[in-house]
């Protein structure tokens, strides 16, 4: 079974550029998250669906930052214009989603973001 | 509220020694909790996942953890610590499809 996908794996841009992230989550998984991690600590929550509908972006910086999730399956996370501030690593991450016990998170391996 | 505490930044052990890497979390609803491992540059991994059966649970490469609802920890170890354990180690706790990171504990294993 294929893992999360994310793409690119790395990239490297100028500030004021724009940046685009997508993310194929695993086959039949409903929920789907993107994280933001800073080196050294934890992932912090972007935006989470259930299918196509995003149930959870209070962490979104919406000035800048969007997301989609059309038809429910993969996923794009989108900044523009980037800041130099926004370097980080962005993870992408599935789950089978509804209220099962125990529901796990699969990550991808996450895109490396550099602003210049 | 949802919380999770690690309690140290930092853990240095020596190979073959045992490890301690300590957890506490908060929760109005009976959690679901996970310890995931992320190698430098990789993506994070699931060692193990407590939901409400056994309180000791067993995950990959040696590492177990054990649910103590009147402490609210959930501490993982592992008997002999290996060089190739060396990483960064996060609790989790989750609801409803929320998960709620902690703060990560880095662990060093020393030759």
Redesign the interface.
């Known amino acids: 079974e294929a893992g ?1 996908v994310q793409s690119p794996r790395y990239k490297i841009i100028e500030k004021k550029q724009p940046v685009a992230f997508w993310c194929n989550p695993i086959s039949g998984h409903n ?1 789907l ?1 993107w994280y933001l991690q800073n080196l ?6 972007l935006i ?1 669906y ?1 299918n196509e509908e995003a149930v ?1 972006d209070s962490q979104l910086p919406k000035d800048r930052f969007s997301a989609e999730r059309l038809k429910g399956v993969d996923s794009t996370l989108k900044i523009q214009p980037a800041e130099l501030g926004d370097s980080a690593v962005y ?1 992408c ?1 599935s ?1 089978p ?3 099962v ?10 895109t490396r973001l550099t602003v210049l | 509220a949802q919380s999770v505490t690690q309690l140290d930044s930092h853990v240095s052990v020596s190979e073959g020694t045992p490890v301690l890497l300590r957890c506490n979390y908060s929760s109005s609803y009976s959690p ?1 909790l ?1 310890w ?1 491992v992320q190698h430098p540059n ?5 060692l193990l ?4 059966a056994a309180t000791l649970v067993k995950g990959i490469n040696g590492f177990e953890a054990e649910f103590k609802k009147s402490e609210t920890s959930f501490h993982l170890t592992k008997p002999s610590a290996h060089m190739s354990d060396a990483a960064e180690y ?1 609790c989790v706790v ?1 609801y ?4 709620y ?4 504990t880095k662990l060093n294993v020393k030759p």
């Open positions: 999360v929920t998250y050294g600590q934890g992932p912090e929550l989470r259930e959870d993870l991450a789950s989603g509804g209220t016990e125990g529901n796990e998170q699969f990550f991808g391996p996450g | 679901s996970f995931y990789k993506g994070l991994q699931l996942k407590y939901t409400s996060f989750s409803f499809n929320k998960f990171f902690g703060s990560g």
